[in-house]
T-cell receptor, first 116, second 113 residues
Framework: NAGVMQNPRHLVRRRGQEARLRCSPMKGHSHVYWYRQLPEEGLKFMVYLQKENIIDESGMPKERFSAEFPKEGPSILRIQQVVRGDSAAYFC??????????????FGPGTRLTVL | GQQVMQIPQYQHVQEGEDFTTYCNSSTTLSNIQWYKQRPGGHPVFLIQLVKSGEVKKQKRLTFQFGEAKKNSSLHITATQTTDVGTYFCAVTMLKAAGNKLTFGGGTRVLVKP
C-alpha cells in the first residue's frame, strides 16, 4: 500500500537551470497539494490541483513556477530558471477530496532542492 | 490577510513534564488539523477537530478546539524523547476553496532527557 511518492528526493541545480519535481499521489486520491518549506520554518501552501485542473494557485509565484496534474501520470511542479532563493524542501500531499474540508492530507517524503 | 499563529515557536521540555502549544486564527475556522514532523521527515497527520469546543485524546496527547472555532491547543503529558519534532496546526478557513489547508508556523519541541 504505497504512500505518496516524490522524486527525486534530492535535486541539485545551478542558477538558471530548470527543476522538475514529481509527485505520485496515494492510490485512489485525486487531490494533490504542493508546499514549500524553508529550514526552521512552516509549510507554505503553493498550489492545489485535481486531475487536469488547478483548484487554487494562490501560493504560487507569478513567474517561473508552474504545476500540473495530468489525467495520466504524476503531478509535476516545474521551476524554470532557478535562483538560490528557490532552495527549499518541496512537499507534495494528496487526499481523497472529501467535501467540507474534512480531508486528511498524506505527505510524501519531499524533494530537497539545492540551487548552487 | 488570514493568519494562523502558533505559540510558542520553540518548546524545551524536560522529559516527564507536560506542555501545551497553541494555535490561533484571526478568522473563524471550518476545521483544524494537527500534524507532526520529525526532524528530517515529512508531516504526518495526527487528528482533526470539527466541532466547537471539541476535545479529543490520543494516549498522552489532548487536542482541543475553541468554543469560537478560532483557536486550538495541543497538550502533551509526561513528555518522552519520541515526542521530539515540530507540531503544526493546519486550518481550513470557512471560505477556502475546496480542501486547502493553511499551516501555522509550528512549535518545535526539544526534549531534555
Amino acid at each position: 500500500n504505497a504512500g505518496v511518492m516524490q522524486n527525486p528526493r534530492h535535486l541539485v541545480r545551478r542558477r538558471g537551470q530548470e527543476a522538475r519535481l514529481r509527485c505520485s499521489p496515494m492510490k485512489g486520491h485525486s487531490h494533490v497539494y504542493w508546499y514549500r518549506q524553508l529550514p526552521e520554518e512552516g509549510l507554505k501552501f503553493m498550489v492545489y490541483l485535481q486531475k487536469e485542473n488547478i483548484i487554487d494557485e494562490s501560493g504560487m509565484p507569478k513567474e517561473r513556477f508552474s504545476a500540473e496534474f495530468p489525467k495520466e501520470g504524476p503531478s509535476i511542479l516545474r521551476i524554470q530558471q532557478v535562483v538560490r532563493g528557490d532552495s527549499a524542501a518541496y512537499f507534495c500531499a494528496s487526499s481523497l477530496g472529501l467535501a467540507g474540508g474534512a480531508d486528511e492530507q498524506f505527505f510524501g517524503p519531499g524533494t530537497r532542492l539545492t540551487v548552487l | 490577510g488570514q493568519q494562523v499563529m502558533q505559540i510558542p515557536q520553540y518548546q524545551h521540555v524536560q522529559e516527564g513534564e507536560d506542555f501545551t502549544t497553541y494555535c490561533n486564527s484571526s478568522t473563524t475556522l471550518s476545521n483544524i488539523q494537527w500534524y507532526k514532523q520529525r526532524p528530517g521527515g515529512h508531516p504526518v497527520f495526527l487528528i482533526q477537530l470539527v466541532k466547537s469546543g471539541e476535545v479529543k485524546k490520543q494516549k498522552r496527547l489532548t487536542f482541543q478546539f475553541g468554543e469560537a472555532k478560532k483557536n486550538s491547543s495541543l497538550h502533551i503529558t509526561a513528555t518522552q524523547t519520541t515526542d521530539v519534532g515540530t507540531y503544526f496546526c493546519a486550518v481550513t478557513m470557512l471560505k477556502a476553496a475546496g480542501n486547502k489547508l493553511t499551516f501555522g508556523g509550528g512549535t518545535r519541541v526539544l526534549v531534555k532527557p
